[in-house]
Antibody, heavy 118, light 107 residues
Framework: EVQLVQSGAEVKKPGESLKISCKGS????????IGWVRQMPGKGLEWMGL????????RYSPSFQGQVTISADKSITTAYLQWSSLKASDTAMYYC???????????WGQGTLVTVSS | DIQMTQSPSSLSASVGDRVTITCRAS??????LGWYQQKPGKAPKRLIY???SLQSGVPSRFSGSGSGTEFTLTISSLQPEDFATYYC?????????FGQGTKVEIK
C-alpha cells in the first residue's frame, strides 16, 4: 500500500528555520517525483514544486523559488521542504504528494500545519 | 504560466442533482488535467486523471471530459458525501497550476 506520512504540526517564530518531512512507503521511492502543495487558511491549493527522488532533480514554481528548498534522502525514502527564515505569511497547511509517472498527483500525505507567529 | 480559470466558484445543489464544473486553460494543455476533491480538514483526493480517466475506487457518477483548453467535471447524481471543494490541476507545463476551486454546498 502506497503511503506518504508527513511530520507533525509546527509552531515557529518569524525568522526561525524549519524542515518538514514526507516519508514514502509501499512503492519504489526512487522511481517517482514527490511534490509539495501549499494551502493557506481558507484558501485554495498552490503548487510549490517537485523533486525526482532518484536523482534529486527539482522543479520550483517561480512563486516559491528562493523562498523554500525541496530535497530528498533516498536512503530513508523521505522528501523535505525547508525554510531558512520563516515569515508569518508562511502559515499554512503543506501537503506532499506523489507524482503518478508522467501524470499528476495520485497519492497525498495527510498534511503538515505550519504556524508562524511571534 | 498557464492560468486555470475554474467556474463557478461555488454552487448550491440538492441530492440527486446533476452538477457540472468547468476549467478553462489559458493555452492548450492537451489532456494533461486532473480533478481533485477536498473535504474540510482532509488532503485532496484525485477523482479523474488525464482529463477523462476515472481514478480506481472513485464512484462512476464522477466523469471528466475535454481536451485542449476546456474541461468539465460532471457529477451525474449528487450524493451527500459529495459536498466538498473541487479543484482542477494542469501538469502540461511547469509551473503546474490549480484552478481556484469550486465549493459544492447543500441547497
Amino acid at each position: 500500500e502506497v503511503q506518504l506520512v508527513q511530520s507533525g504540526a509546527e509552531v515557529k517564530k518569524p525568522g526561525e528555520s524549519l524542515k518538514i518531512s514526507c516519508k514514502g512507503s509501499g512503492y519504489r521511492f526512487t522511481s517517482y517525483w514527490i511534490g509539495w502543495v501549499r494551502q493557506m487558511p481558507g484558501k485554495g491549493l498552490e503548487w510549490m514544486g517537485l523533486i525526482y527522488s532518484g536523482d534529486s532533480d527539482t522543479r520550483y514554481s517561480p512563486s516559491f523559488q528562493g523562498q523554500v528548498t525541496i530535497s530528498a534522502d533516498k536512503s530513508i525514502t523521505t522528501a523535505y521542504l525547508q525554510w531558512s527564515s520563516l515569515k508569518a505569511s508562511d502559515t499554512a497547511m503543506y501537503y506532499c504528494a506523489r507524482r503518478d509517472r508522467e501524470g499528476d498527483f495520485d497519492y497525498w500525505g495527510q498534511g503538515t500545519l505550519v504556524t508562524v507567529s511571534s | 504560466d498557464i492560468q486555470m480559470t475554474q467556474s463557478p466558484s461555488s454552487l448550491s445543489a440538492s441530492v440527486g442533482d446533476r452538477v457540472t464544473i468547468t476549467c478553462r486553460a489559458s493555452q492548450d494543455i492537451r489532456n494533461d488535467l486532473g480533478w481533485y476533491q477536498q473535504k474540510p480538514g482532509k488532503a485532496p483526493k484525485r477523482l479523474i486523471y488525464d482529463a477523462s480517466s476515472l481514478q480506481s475506487g472513485v464512484p462512476s457518477r464522477f466523469s471528466g471530459s475535454g481536451s485542449g483548453t476546456e474541461f468539465t467535471l460532471t457529477i451525474s447524481s449528487l450524493q451527500p458525501e459529495d459536498f466538498a471543494t473541487y479543484y482542477c490541476l494542469q501538469h502540461n507545463n511547469y509551473p503546474w497550476t490549480f484552478g481556484q476551486g469550486t465549493k459544492v454546498e447543500i441547497k
